[in-house]
Antibody, heavy 119, light 110 residues
């Protein structure tokens, strides 16, 4: 079981970035997946989640209206489109597979991708 | 919604037991039996250690145990080992398909 994030980088405030998370070793299409971020020297913050089919999406208030989660089950890939980025969005972004069929805990995490929002 | 409250740091000697507390509200920890715990070594991804308050995933040593009383959850590590030194995060389901994490606790093995 493996998830690998990519797409991070340096972006100016107000800019956009699209993160990807490639999954392997499990049946991607039957699990909900989440994005969690960690600001420098700070704790973990749940950002967003998507159902197995992609038909249901959920967001933290801090990113609602600016970030969009999506998935392509044919490519075993999860995405996070981040628009109107702010300095406080600077963080390592992890994708994580939910445990079993629930929405309650995160079983497998990737190594993360760094997003830096700065002018 | 504010993060769950954890002590910033705890410490213990090898072989001893330590307990990390995690305090929330009736809207998260107190309202659901869905507390999980994660271990994070520096520069690494979080590792899944406890789920559904008390359950251990396959491969996690039974030295790690979880519990909950009211709005407070706890992680106890018995028989402390050097490799247990890490940051630990609690997490609770908070309804409406959302999760809330604690601020993290740094465990130092003396």
């Amino acid at each position: 079981v493996q998830v690998v994030e990519s797409g991070g980088g340096l972006v100016q405030p107000g800019g956009s970035l699209r993160l990807s998370c490639a999954a392997s070793g499990f049946t991607f299409s039957i699990y909900a997946i989440s994005w969690v971020r960690q600001a420098p020297g700070k704790g973990l913050e749940w950002v967003s989640a998507i159902s197995s089919s992609g038909g249901n999406t959920y967001y933290a208030d801090s990113v609602k209206g600016r970030f969009t989660i999506s998935r392509d089950n044919s490519r075993n890939t999860l995405y996070l489109q981040m628009d109107s980025l702010r300095a406080e969005d600077t963080a390592i972004y992890y994708c994580a597979k939910y445990y079993s069929s629930g929405w309650y805990s995160l079983e497998k995490w990737g190594q993360g991708t760094q997003v830096t929002v700065s002018s | 919604q504010s993060a769950l409250t954890q002590p910033r740091s705890v410490s213990g000697s090898p072989g001893q037991s330590v307990t990390i507390s995690c305090t929330g509200t009736s809207s998260d920890i107190g309202g659901f039996n869905y507390v999980s715990w994660y271990q994070q070594h520096p520069g690494q991804a979080p590792k899944f250690m406890i789920y559904d308050v008390t359950k251990r995933p396959s491969g996690v040593p039974d030295r790690f145990s979880g519990s909950k009383s009211g709005n407070t959850a706890s992680l106890t590590i018995s028989g402390l080992q050097a490799e247990d030194e890490a940051d630990y995060y609690c997490c609770s389901y908070a309804g409406r398909y959302t999760l809330i994490f604690g601020g993290g606790t740094k465990l130092t093995v003396l």
